[in-house]
């Protein structure tokens, strides 16, 4: 990996961690515990698109590591860790499939984020009994994801405009 290379994965790091810090400057806006934007997938996705799958499934694993060192607990750790890999693995098959745009692979990407954290939180409270909730996330998981995606469709719009080497 060479010096510009790793300068842009210390500037993509550094955004998603300030982008996760201001996530959780902002009241909640509902009544939905658990229910988060989910700003710092912005991030993620543009990488994804102005990248590729391996920049974009390292820089998650990256953000949730330090996030999780920095702000979190060994829960949240374990609740990130899932939902952000689930999440990141199936916006990498969408992508790969070819007939989804970015808003769309967003939105799967929220919603399987969800699903990761009902996984989770259902090992970890050995019930099944938490799994009522998940038509909740789901429905914030389409909406968030499609905001993130609308704001990372614009991010990667105007990122495509310039030319990297490492493209």
Avoid: C
């Avoid at 009241?27 to 997938?41: D, E, Q, R, Y």
């Avoid at 391996?54 to 060994?74: C, Y």
């Amino acid at each position: 990996m060479n010096t510009k290379k790793i300068s842009l994965y210390g500037v993509l790091i550094a955004l998603a961690l300030i982008l996760s810090y201001v996530e959780t400057q902002i009241p909640a806006f509902v009544a939905i515990p658990g229910m988060k934007l989910g700003l710092t997938n912005i991030v993620v996705l543009v990488t994804l698109y102005y990248l590729d799958e391996k920049s974009a499934m390292a820089i998650n694993v990256l953000r949730i590591i330090i996030v999780s060192v920095l702000f979190g607990t060994a829960m949240s750790f374990a609740f990130s860790l899932v939902g952000g890999m689930l999440s990141t693995v199936m916006m990498i098959v969408l992508k790969r499939i070819g007939k989804f745009r970015i808003i769309g692979v967003s939105a799967v990407g929220g919603v399987t984020h969800n699903i990761g954290q009902i996984i989770t939180a259902m090992v970890l409270l050995g019930t099944k009994a938490i799994a009522w909730y998940l038509p909740v996330l789901w429905i914030t998981g389409v909406f968030s994801g499609i905001l993130i995606g609308v704001i990372g469709g614009m991010v990667y719009e105007r990122l495509s405009k310039i030319n990297i080497d490492e493209k």
